[in-house]
């Protein structure tokens, strides 16, 4: 089934599969931690983990024994019935987030999962006579109809109108504290605290801890999209934990289950939803929780032995060593943890960038205008950092 060289599944693409992606022409048959194999056994080097979603890296034993043992035991039941592992993952989510009151829904995406979000505030805004959701300039939340009306990014709105009504956008956090003060139609802002799709900008920590106090004032609920920034890819389990803000609703995804299919909302809204108003097919199923109980699990080991921090460390004094050594190719790093940024001087040198660090067997993302961003495994190792970063300078040389 998946003997194919590359020339074949690129073929196979473009006869059969729906062109939503520019590919890039490489096709991986197996991963072992940081490293990736092509169709011809070339290793790569993955600084994108997906999209920060291979938290663990690619093929962690224990996580592949966990979800091995779960598939002969039993994959799927209805959300009619009590799933195990649904239950502990919530109370694990928590924990670790540190949210006391709190409850979680799962679902299958991120964008799901700020959706379950929206719906949480208009039922709790309809009781109030409120129902405008706030988001900032330059967010990403999702590819569902309330979450690219919530992008507001009109590059990916245009050529699908009408949107969902009720969404108002924010030019930042200032106009967005402004317009929560001015507007008393407004039932909730939305943010991302480091935009991930919009240059991996970190906000303003006292802007943001100002946003928070003005919502409370008035009556305004807070949520935070934090399917990128969460899970340790911070630095700390949830970006809000650095922030020092808690959020009414907190969106998870990406990194939550390892590599599978999740998404999560957490909320401190008292019967936010109840039985009939909200549901999921998929949504929390054994194995996909069971990843995310296994997942988190392991990270949090990792994470309490220092080795996050440690990776986090040598991952700025590397970004620190490529500012120094190319001052002609990056302005500036930006982001927070592993999750991080180096600002090219234009769109041309981002692309140039990301081009020949692929042919150094090195793979990055891009973000916003001018931004390559670093997304490596939570628990990459130093090795392979280093060698990572190695690539990276050989690339830039060519530059
Ligand atoms: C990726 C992302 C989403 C969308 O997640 P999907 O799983 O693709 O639906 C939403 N918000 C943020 C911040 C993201 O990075």
């Known amino acids: 089934m998946q003997d194919q060289t590359l020339e074949q599944t690129e073929k196979t693409f473009q006869d059969y599969v729906l062109q939503t992606y520019e590919r890039i022409p490489l096709s991986f048959k197996r991963g072992v931690g940081a490293k990736l194999y092509d169709d011809k056994d070339v290793d790569y080097l993955d600084f994108c983990s997906g999209i920060g979603v291979i938290s663990l890296g690619h093929s962690h034993p224990k996580f592949v024994k966990d979800l091995q043992d779960q598939v002969a035991k039993i994959l799927h039941v209805s959300n009619y019935y009590y799933i195990e592992s649904q239950g502990l993952a919530a109370k694990k989510i928590l924990e670790l987030a540190g949210i006391k009151n709190g409850k979680v829904s799962f679902y299958n995406s991120g964008a799901e999962a700020n959706e379950c979000g929206f719906k949480i505030v208009r039922k709790w805004g309809n009781k109030r006579g409120k ?17 690219i009306t919530a992008t507001a990014q009109p590059s990916l709105q245009k050529g699908f109108y009408p949107l969902v009504p009720g969404f108002e956008y924010a030019k930042d956090l200032d106009d967005m504290i402004r317009k929560v003060k001015r507007d008393p139609e407004v039932a909730c802002v939305l943010i991302e605290l480091i935009q991930g799709e919009g240059g991996v900008n970190a906000l303003d920590k006292a802007k943001v801890k100002e946003l928070e106090k003005t919502c409370k ?25 650095i922030y020092d803000v808690k959020p009414d609703i907190i969106s998870l995804a990406k990194g939550l289950a390892g590599g599978l299919v999740i998404g999560a909302s957490v909320t401190t809204i008292k019967d936010a939803l109840t039985p009939g108003e909200h549901g999921t097919t998929f949504g929390g199923n054994a194995l996909s929780t069971t990843a995310c109980l296994s997942a988190l699990g392991i990270l949090e080991e990792y994470y309490n032995s220092g080795a996050v921090a440690k990776t986090v460390k040598k991952m700025d004094e590397f970004m620190d060593e490529i500012l120094k050594e190319f001052p002609n190719i990056f302005v500036s790093k930006e982001g927070l943890g592993l999750m991080r940024g180096l600002r090219a001087k234009d769109l041309d040198t981002q692309k140039k960038v990301i081009k020949l660090a692929q042919s150094e067997r090195l793979l990055l993302l891009k973000s916003g205008r001018n931004v390559v961003r670093l997304l490596p495994p939570v628990i990459i190792s130093d090795a392979e950092l280093e060698e990572g970063f190695k690539r990276m300078k050989n690339a830039l040389k060519k530059m």
Not at 131 to 147: D, M, P, V
């Open 131 to 147: 129902y405008k959701i706030l988001t900032l300039e330059q967010s990403f939340h999702g590819r569902t109809y309330g979450a």
């Open 217 to 241: 004032e008035h009556e305004v609920l807070f949520m935070v999209d934090e399917v990128q920034s969460g899970i340790y890819r911070s630095g700390e389990f949830l970006a809000t934990q």
